[in-house]
């Protein structure tokens, strides 16, 4: 049987906002699919091997592009970060990075797990939540994760 698990209001610090090789925006589908993929294996080795997850669906709340753009300028900047000092004492060698703060909620079409494990399924998502990253970004915090039928 089919079920839904929703994780709602997942808030994500510096996720990766490179999203094709020439822009920049709310990261790559591919990049969500990956942190799925993560949690599954995660799961399957906490105890619930039959479980899989089939599909997924990002709703996008709120997204914070690390850009500047001065009042004067006519192109935007990307808000890049200080690299620790290298043993010379120099800065190293600078690849910007295009970033963002993300609100979402994701929905996970899972099969395997039944009303009866639900309880057990929940905890264990809870418990390997906070230590996922998500399109490359560190997990902040995030509502209840709820079931659905």
Not at 23 to 46: C, E, M, S, Y
Not at 123 to 147: E, F, I, M
């Amino acid at each position: 049987m089919n079920r839904i698990l929703l994780i709602p209001r997942l808030r994500i610090h510096n996720a990766n906002a490179l999203s094709s090789p020439y822009t920049i925006g709310f990261p790559a589908l591919t990049a969500w699919l990956g942190g799925v993929h993560a949690l599954q294996r995660k799961l399957n080795a906490d105890g619930l091997p039959q479980l899989s997850f089939s599909r997924t669906a990002v709703a996008c709340h709120r997204i914070d592009l690390q850009t500047y753009k001065h009042a004067g300028d006519y192109l935007y900047s990307i808000v890049g970060t200080g690299n620790p000092l290298d043993k010379s004492g120099e800065r190293p060698s600078f690849i910007e990075e295009a970033r963002c703060h993300l609100d979402v909620s994701l929905a996970i079409e899972t099969q395997g797990i039944g009303k009866a494990n639900e309880d057990e399924f929940l905890a264990a998502v809870n418990r390997h939540l906070p230590k996922l990253k998500w399109a490359g970004g560190d997990s902040l915090g995030y509502k209840a994760p709820q079931c659905w039928q």
